[in-house]
């Protein structure tokens, strides 16, 4: 074991050689997902008025300090206000202005009392006319239900930070803020290649010994699920030749990265490794993890280059530990952390002393997160990855894990805490 890579080096070599990609501007409309190259800072103050929280009346919170269920005070109603108005006047001593949600709160006034503690809930003419006076039946203070200029944001701070990929939320105060196209990091584009004889395409029928081409498909989507562009192409035959084509191929799509499944072992017709060092160059070639020992990364024709591994499982956490983080990179994303829990074994687990990748479920038994493996933890069972909430991390030098040990998992769909059920 000597001779293989340790995973971490491996992964801080490997980032080493990677950067974020250009700018680009995208629309806001097409900004979700899409990681922000620049910090965002606001322009205005939002709220940029300050505005009624409730439909009601703009009062003076001097005039209904003393008002009360018994004791009413009654207010002469000088004019209306709806959202996207601005007042007509202003409200003087003993005045009030009926005011809808959102509209802007009137020179004056410095409360509002919603319309469910006046007289006017019981108005039956669907409040078409304005009262000429109302009746405030509860005291207010001086800002109540009144949401003053920058409540929510303030001219000159920064909302957003470079490395941000865009959620809702996100898009949302951009927009607010007037933000119609944004600074982005252009996307990756990512070629997909795989090399085998025995493959054959999903729309194919399935001949003697043959099998069909997941890896291309499951890598395509965890390229889009990191904010990538999959560029698939079709499966190369395990000769020099097919994969030089391929490789040539790849180049022409100008793609940012290239990845390969399968080829990189070390078996007789294994021949992905040759070709790289051809047209480009071998860097890095088996790390201690289990599954996954036989990645490879380099670079062809200067592009950055991930051999992956050709079995199904071994190629989804090769990715996950190091071609994620390299998109996350070449993306200008902040950090690239996975989400991890920790979890108390359920059973006792050997390991061989590589640092493993064991498929789990994840269960809360009296508040404390166990995990028990999947059954098969066959590098070529797909399903396993199906049916897992994550994969329970066995660090390098360990060979045997006891029941009740603790140990990181690496979440492959969310689950409840301990605690937050
Ligand atoms: P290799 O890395 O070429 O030795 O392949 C290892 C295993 O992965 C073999 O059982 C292959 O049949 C399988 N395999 C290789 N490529 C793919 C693929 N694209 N999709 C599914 N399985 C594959
Ligand atoms: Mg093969």
Same mark, same amino acid.
């Given at each position: 074991?000597?001779?293989?890579?340790?995973?971490?080096?491996?992964?801080?070599?490997?980032?080493?050689?990677?950067?974020?990609?250009?700018?680009?501007?995208?629309?806001?409309?097409?900004?979700?997902?899409?990681?922000?190259?620049?910090?965002?800072?606001?322009?205005?103050?939002?709220?940029?008025?300050?505005?009624?929280?409730?439909? @009601?009346?703009?009062?003076?919170?001097?005039?209904?300090?003393?008002?009360?269920?018994?004791?009413?005070?009654?207010?002469?109603?000088?004019?209306?206000?709806?959202?996207?108005?601005?007042?007509?006047?202003?409200?003087?001593?003993?005045?009030?202005?009926?005011?809808?949600?959102?509209?802007?709160?009137?020179?004056?006034?410095?409360?509002?009392?919603?319309?469910?503690?006046?007289?006017?809930?019981?108005?039956?003419?669907?409040?078409?006319?304005?009262?000429?006076?109302?009746?405030?039946?509860?005291?207010?203070?001086?800002?109540?239900?009144?949401?003053?200029?920058?409540?929510?944001?303030?001219?000159?701070?920064?909302?957003?930070?470079?490395?941000?990929?865009?959620?809702?939320?996100?898009?949302?105060?951009?927009?607010?803020?007037?933000?119609?196209?944004?600074?982005?990091?252009?996307?990756?584009?990512?070629?997909?290649?795989?090399?085998?004889?025995?493959?054959?395409?999903?729309?194919?029928?399935?001949?003697?010994?043959?099998?069909?081409?997941?890896?291309?498909?499951?890598?395509?989507?965890?390229?889009?699920?990191?904010?990538?562009?999959?560029?698939?192409?079709?499966?190369?035959?395990?000769?020099?030749?097919?994969?030089?084509?391929?490789?040539?191929?790849?180049?022409?799509?100008?793609?940012?990265?290239?990845?390969?499944?399968?080829?990189?072992?070390?078996?007789?017709?294994?021949?992905?490794?040759?070709?790289?060092?051809?047209? @480009?160059?071998?860097?890095?070639?088996?790390?201690?993890?289990?599954?996954?020992?036989?990645?490879?990364?380099?670079?062809?024709?200067?592009?950055?280059?991930?051999?992956?591994?050709?079995?199904?499982?071994?190629?989804?956490?090769?990715?996950?530990?190091?071609?994620?983080?390299?998109?996350?990179?070449?993306?200008?994303?902040?950090?690239?952390?996975?989400?991890?829990?920790?979890?108390?074994?359920?059973?006792?687990?050997?390991?061989?002393?590589?640092?493993?990748?064991?498929?789990?479920?994840?269960?809360?038994?009296?508040?404390?997160?166990?995990?028990?493996?999947?059954?098969?933890?066959?590098?070529?069972?797909?399903?396993?990855?199906?049916?897992?909430?994550?994969?329970?991390?066995?660090?390098? @030098?360990?060979?045997?894990?006891?029941?009740?040990?603790?140990?990181?998992?690496?979440?492959?769909?969310?689950?409840?805490?301990?605690?937050?059920?």
């Amino acid at each position: 074991m000597a001779d293989l890579l340790n995973v971490d080096d491996t992964l801080n070599r490997i980032l080493q050689q990677i950067h974020p990609l250009s700018t680009e501007e995208t629309p806001i409309a097409e900004a979700l997902g899409r990681v922000l190259a620049q910090d965002i800072v606001a322009p205005i103050d939002l709220p940029p008025f300050a505005n009624s929280s409730m439909d @009601g009346y703009a009062v003076r919170a001097e005039d209904v300090t003393g008002a009360g269920h018994g004791q009413p005070v009654r207010l002469a109603v000088k004019f209306d206000i709806r959202a996207g108005d601005m007042p007509i006047g202003a409200v003087g001593p003993h005045e009030a202005a009926r005011i809808m949600t959102g509209a802007p709160l009137p020179e004056g006034a410095d409360a509002v009392v919603p319309v469910e503690q006046t007289d006017d809930q019981w108005r039956s003419d669907g409040h078409a006319r304005l009262p000429e006076t109302v009746a405030i039946y509860r005291h207010a203070r001086r800002g109540d239900n009144v949401r003053p200029s920058g409540e929510d944001i303030r001219a000159g701070e920064t909302v957003l930070q470079a490395g941000t990929a865009l959620r809702p939320q996100d898009i949302g105060v951009l927009v607010s803020l007037g933000q119609g196209r944004v600074p982005v990091v252009r996307q990756p584009r990512v070629v997909i290649l795989a090399t085998g004889d025995e493959l054959v395409d999903v729309g194919e029928p399935l001949g003697p010994g043959q099998i069909r081409n997941s890896n291309s498909y499951v890598l395509a989507g965890l390229v889009a699920e990191n904010g990538g562009i999959p560029i698939r192409l079709p499966t190369a035959r395990d000769s020099l030749d097919d994969v030089r084509r391929c490789f040539r191929a790849a180049l022409d799509q100008q793609p940012d990265l290239i990845i390969s499944s399968a080829g990189v072992s070390v078996g007789t017709h294994d021949v992905v490794r040759d070709v790289v060092q051809e047209l @480009g160059e071998v860097m890095m070639w088996r790390v201690n993890l289990r599954p996954g020992k036989p990645l490879a990364f380099g670079q062809v024709g200067g592009v950055p280059f991930f051999g992956l591994p050709g079995n199904p499982v071994s190629a989804m956490v090769t990715f996950d530990v190091f071609v994620r983080p390299a998109l996350a990179v070449l993306s200008g994303r902040q950090d690239h952390a996975a989400p991890l829990v920790h979890a108390l074994t359920g059973e006792p687990i050997r390991s061989d002393g590589r640092r493993s990748y064991l498929r789990v479920r994840l269960s809360d038994e009296n508040g404390q997160l166990i995990a028990r493996l999947t059954g098969t933890q066959s590098s070529g069972a797909l399903l396993s990855m199906v049916q897992a909430d994550g994969l329970l991390i066995v660090p390098e @030098g360990v060979t045997d894990v006891p029941a009740g040990t603790r140990l990181s998992v690496r979440l492959l769909r969310p689950v409840n805490r301990p605690g937050s059920r």
